[in-house]
C-alpha cells in the first residue's frame, strides 16, 4: 500500500517537474534514486505481499483454516462458528487490488516499447508478462471464490465490464464484473500465458521466490491452474470443464513435487511465514479435533494414517518446543489429541489438552503452498472417473510431501479403500492441509469431507473423557452444540460465501448493490456462487 501510494506521490511530483523550467527540472533530479522500479523488485514484492496477508493469523488462521476444521482457535470460538471479522473481508478484498496494481506495472513495463527494452534486463518480456498474468488470475479467483462479482482487470480481454484497474482511465466506481465471465476470462488468461511462455528463457533473473525464474515450472504452474478453475466448474458445464482439463494435460501440468508452486519465506522474523508470525507471541490456534480424529482413524474409512506425526504436534510438546523443533518424534497415535472444533469456551482449556500443528508448519520459513502435485492427481482421478492410479499417486505425493518414510507410505497405500468419490476427495481435503482457500471451495463443490467426519452446525459434539478431566470444575461438561454465530441469516451448513466489505457500500455503493442483488439471497452468508450447485 505504501509502495502504490509512493507512486502516486512520485507521479504527481513529476508532473509538477515538467511544467517548470529547464534549470528548476535539473535542480530537482536526484541522481541516486532509480527513475523505474526494477520489475524483478515488483514481483518479488507483490507475491510475498499477496501470500503473507492472505495466509495470516487473520484471513486464514480465523477464517479458512477453521472453517474447514483443520485448525480450532484456543480463545475466540465464535469466529470458528462463523462469526469472521469485518477486517478479514476487507484484507482479502483490498489485497487483491493492491497487487493487482504491481502486477500491471509489470505488463506496462513489459510492452511499453519505451520500457520493454530496460526490463528484459530483469527476465524475458513474454515471460514476465505471463508470470504476472499466472499471479493476477490466481489473486482474482480466489477471490471471486470468496464473494462473487467483484471488478476485474484481464490484460487480454478489453471487456468493457472488466474495470477493476481503470481509475487512470477515468473509472472511479468499477462495476462488478459477473463472476462466470470472470471464470472464463481467468481460463483465457492462464491457456495464453502456458503458451506463450518460452522455456528455453528465464522468466526473472531474480526476485521469483516461487520457482526462482524456471520458466518450465511456471508453465506447469499455469496448466494445473486451470485443472483447478476448470474442474470448479464440473458441475456447471462439464463438457467445457473437461476440455479445459484436458488440454492443460497436454500442454503440460505438474510432473512431481519438484513442481510444487510454494511461496519462500525467510528465517528472519519480518520476513518469515505468516502464520509463525501469529505464533512469535501468541498461541491462539491448534488442530481441531476433527481433523486428528479423521488421521487417527477414529472418523473416515482410511484407517491410522502417518501424516498425522508430521502435521501435528503431540500434547505434551509446548509451544516452545515447536516453534524450536526440540520436541521428541511420537508415533503413538494415542498422543494426539485436537482442540474440540468451535468449543464455547476453548480458552477453559490448559494448554496440555491439546495439540498445536507440527514444527514442520510452525517455523519462520515454512513455505505457502498455491498449488501442488498432489493436488493435480487428484483432479485428475476425478476427470477420469475417479481413477485408482491417479488417486494412489495424490497420495502418495502429499505424503512424500510431508516426509513420511517410504516403508509407511507402502502400509498405508496398499490399505487404501478403493478409489471413488468419496474416498478420492476426502483424501484431497486431507492433502489440502493448511490450504484452507482451496479447501473451502472445495467444500461447497462437493461436500465432502462427509458429516461424518465433520461437526456441522447444531450438533451435539461428545467430548472425550480426557479434556472432560481437563476442564475447571464450574466449566466441566461432556458434550456441546456447535451453535454458528453470524450476524444476517440462520446457518445450517458451511457459509457459501463472504459479504462484500462494508467499505464498499461508501465507495462504490450502486455497483455493490447491483452485484447484491444478482445474489439468490442477496448480500448475506447463505447466497451460493453460480458454480455451487452441489
Known amino acids: 500500500m505504501k509502495k502504490n501510494l509512493l507512486r502516486v506521490i512520485m507521479a504527481v511530483m513529476a508532473l509538477g517537474i515538467v511544467s517548470c523550467d529547464d534549470d528548476l527540472e535539473n535542480i530537482n533530479v536526484n541522481p541516486n534514486q532509480a527513475e523505474i522500479v526494477p520489475t524483478s523488485n515488483v514481483f518479488a514484492s507483490a507475491t510475498k505481499q499477496y501470500m503473507e496477508t492472505t495466509e495470516d493469523g487473520f484471513n486464514s488462521g480465523r477464517l479458512t483454516l477453521p472453517w474447514m476444521q483443520y485448525w480450532a482457535q484456543t480463545a475466540y470460538a465464535v469466529e470458528d462458528a462463523f462469526r469472521y471479522r ?16 504491481d502486477l500491471k506495472y509489470i505488463l506496462d513495463q513489459n510492452t511499453n516499447e519505451a520500457t520493454k527494452g530496460n526490463a528484459a534486463a530483469y527476465g524475458n518480456n513474454e515471460n514476465q508478462i505471463a508470470a504476472a498474468r499466472i499471479m493476477m488470475a490466481y489473486g482474482f479467483y480466489q477471490l471471486t471464490n470468496f464473494f462473487g ?27 462488478f464484473a459477473d463472476q462466470q465471465d470472470i ?22 533473473v531474480s526476485g521469483d521466490n516461487i520457482f526462482n525464474g524456471d520458466a518450465t515450472k511456471w508453465k506447469r504452474f499455469a496448466n494445473s491452474l486451470i485443472l483447478r478453475v476448470a474442474n ?31 511461496q519462500a519465506f525467510d528465517t528472519a522474523d519480518d520476513n518469515a511465514s505468516p502464520l509463525w508470525q501469529a505464533f512469535i507471541a501468541r498461541t491462539d490456534f491448534a488442530v481441531a479435533s476433527t481433523f486428528v480424529n479423521l488421521l487417527q482413524g477414529e472418523t473416515g474409512t482410511f484407517g491410522q494414517d502417518p501424516r498425522l506425526f508430521e502435521m501435528v504436534a503431540p500434547t505434551d510438546a509446548g509451544i516452545t518446543s515447536v516453534k524450536e523443533a526440540t520436541y521428541p518424534r511420537n508415533t503413538d497415535y494415542a498422543a494426539y489429541e485436537g482442540m474440540p472444533y468451535a468449543f464455547p469456551n476453548p480458552d477453559k482449556f490448559p494448554r496440555s489438552a491439546f495439540s498445536y500443528a507440527s514444527s514442520k508448519v510452525i517455523k519462520p520459513d515454512y513455505g505457502e503452498v498455491l498449488m501442488e502435485f498432489a493436488e493435480v492427481q487428484f483432479i485428475i482421478s476425478e476427470r477420469n472417473g475417479f481413477a485408482q492410479g491417479n488417486y494412489i499417486a495424490g497420495v502418495t505425493a502429499s505424503m512424500e510431501k510431508w516426509g513420511v518414510s517410504t516403508a509407511d507410505i507402502a502400509t498405508f497405500v496398499s490399505g487404501l479403500p478403493a478409489a471413488n468419490r468419496e474416498n478420492v476427495l476426502t483424501q484431497k481435503y486431507v492433502a489440502l492441509y493448511m490450504q484452507g482457500h482451496t479447501a473451502y471451495a ?39 452444540v456447535f451453535v454458528p454465530q453470524n450476524t444476517d441469516v440462520t446457518l445450517t451448513e458451511m457459509p457459501k460465501r463472504l459479504r462484500y466489505p462494508q467499505s464498499l457500500q461508501t ?28
Open 86 to 101: 469485518e477486517t478479514t473481508a476487507t484484507g482479502l478484498y483490498n489485497v487483491t487490488y493492491f497487487v493487482a496494481t
Open 507 to 534: 465507495l462504490n455503493r450502486e455497483n455493490v448493490q447491483a452485484a447484491s442483488a444478482k445474489l439468490s439471497n442477496g448480500d448475506v452468508l447463505n447466497s451460493p456462487l453460480f458454480w455451487d450447485v452441489n
Open 183 to 204: 471464470y472464463t476470462d481467468i481460463l483465457k488468461e492462464l491457456r495464453e500465458s502456458a503458451d506463450m511462455i518460452n522455456e528455453n528463457e528465464i522468466v526473472f
Open 232 to 262: 470448479n466448474t464440473n458441475g456447471v458445464d462439464a463438457a467445457a470443464a473437461n476440455a479445459a482439463i484436458d488440454a492443460a494435460i497436454t500442454s503440460g501440468v505438474m510432473l512431481s513435487n519438484d513442481d510444487n508452486a510454494v
Open 442 to 480: 472445495e467444500y461447497r463443490r462437493t461436500k465432502l469431507p462427509a458429516d461424518d467426519i465433520f461437526i456441522l452446525p447444531n450438533e451435539t459434539v461428545i467430548l472425550p473423557q480426557s479434556q472432560v478431566d481437563a476442564l475447571p470444575a464450574s466449566f466441566r461438561v461432556t458434550s456441546y
Open 149 to 175: 462479482d467483484v471488478p476485474y482487470y484481464s490484460y487480454g480481454n478489453p471487456q468493457e465490464s472488466f474495470q477493476a484497474l481503470a481509475i487512470g482511465d477515468g473509472t472511479l466506481s468499477p462495476v
